[in-house]
């Protein structure tokens, strides 16, 4: 068993494979779900399971950045109003 494990985990995740992932990827809100199935289940090769974990961590960063630069955009707006002596948006 363990032989068939490190066998499966030496090989090369293949091209067809890689081509599928990509394409469900672009799925929206599919692709949340499998980059969690994959980044997180036990059967899943190495590689790919780096790679949706990796994919998870920039989404984070960019949800998080994307979230800053909202709450700066409407401060920005309510300072703007202010300004303009009390003018509502």
Known sequence: ????????EAAPVSLGDWFVTLLILAIPLVNIVMLFVWGFADGTHPSKRNFC?????????????????????????????????????
């Open 53 to 89: 974990r990796a994919y998870l961590i920039w989404m984070l960063i960019g949800l998080v950045i994307f979230t800053l630069f909202v709450i700066l955009g409407g401060m920005a707006a309510l300072m703007g109003a202010h300004a303009m002596d009390g003018a509502t948006l």
């Open 1 to 8: 068993m363990n032989a068939q494990l490190a066998e499966r």
